[in-house]
């Protein structure tokens, strides 16, 4: 099961462009703004080196704690390929000797991310010999955890894919990348319009951990396979979709499942720029299952096994599922039944109208800005029918399907 998320910094707004910004207290001048900057640049070119001993250079010498974390962090990144690492400042208030920063690290991941991931810190430093020394390194309101906060990551490349890890067998990350090169091509075949053609997948080391990747409480994620975050709607470049991996759900499930999921959330990597705030989740959740069961053997019935008992009862839902229905955290019958029911809307425009009508009307409502207005245009304009005609046409065609 997949989800979009926007990712947004949470100082954001502070900086522009590629350039230092600040705002600043008038205790803070631009002299100590440029010293602390050059104490941060400092550490993220020793860190893009591979130099170790560089990057604890600005660790103030009292810190042992802060040093020892420091250092695990810097040997947690080894396998990460980091394309480049930055911090931009943002506000910074200075009290006497000491500085307080909130900053943005903003990182690349070689070969896959076109824009950096922003990642809030709130950074405290110590004046000594005119040389600003790091105290305390923070997570910054907002920030969710990074995969190397949490252990030493293990990277596996595939031929289409990057798979990082926290506390994961290698044998099972082969495994793993190897699956997902298998799915990079069914999604292509299927989308058939140009996407990256290439995947990040996170594997944290439990649903805990995949609840810190995410800055929600693991608990939410309990039976959900894998999630799929990334900033929707743009064209623009962006960090890569990231596919987060709940490992005590995805071991659970056979090849198949392993498979269906997989596909689900690659696609909706390859979907990400024509996916928005228009698209309502039963259509982006609904193509992302149409892509993963297209062309399989299965029946509607081992598809949909939920909406397949509420049709047997004569409880047929009456509209479209509203995007609560897939929340993660709800029942897990709710849940199933919303995804059933967009996959089979989904069916029902390919078998209709077609493939090309039904990939026409995801780009179409995903270009819009009103989901209504961008729904009942595109329903109108390529399927011939209004809103409540589609809606009893799907309905019928659950019990045919359902039946």
Known sequence: MGRRAVTIS???ALIGGGAVGCTAEPSASGHTVDSVQETLNHRATALEQRDEQ???????????VLRAKERRTFRDLAHVPVASWAYRLGTVRRDGGKAYAEAE???RIAGYDTAPVVVPRSIELVLRDDQWYVTADRPGPGAADQLWEQGPVTAVRGRDCLVLAVGQPRERLRALAALVDRTVPVVSAAWRYPWAGQVVVLVPRSVDAMGALLGTPGASYRGIAAV??????????VPADRV????????????FGQSVVLTHETTHVATRAATSAATPLWLSEGFADWVAYRGTPRTAGQNA???QRAARRGELPAELPEDDAFSFGGDAATLARAYESGWLACELIAADWGE????????QIGGGTDRRASVEKAMTALLGVEPREFTARWRDYLRQRLD
């Open 244 to 255: 987060i991996v709940n490992p005590a759900a995805y071991d659970l499930l056979g090849d």
């Open 356 to 363: 090309d009508t039904l990939l026409g009307f995801y780009r």
């Open 10 to 12: 949470a100082v954001a």
């Open 305 to 307: 096994p939920e909406l």
């Open 228 to 237: 799929t975050t990334g900033e929707t709607g743009t064209t623009a470049a």
């Open 105 to 107: 690290l903003h990182y």
């Open 54 to 64: 560089a990057y604890l250079s600005v660790v103030a010498i009292e810190q042992t």
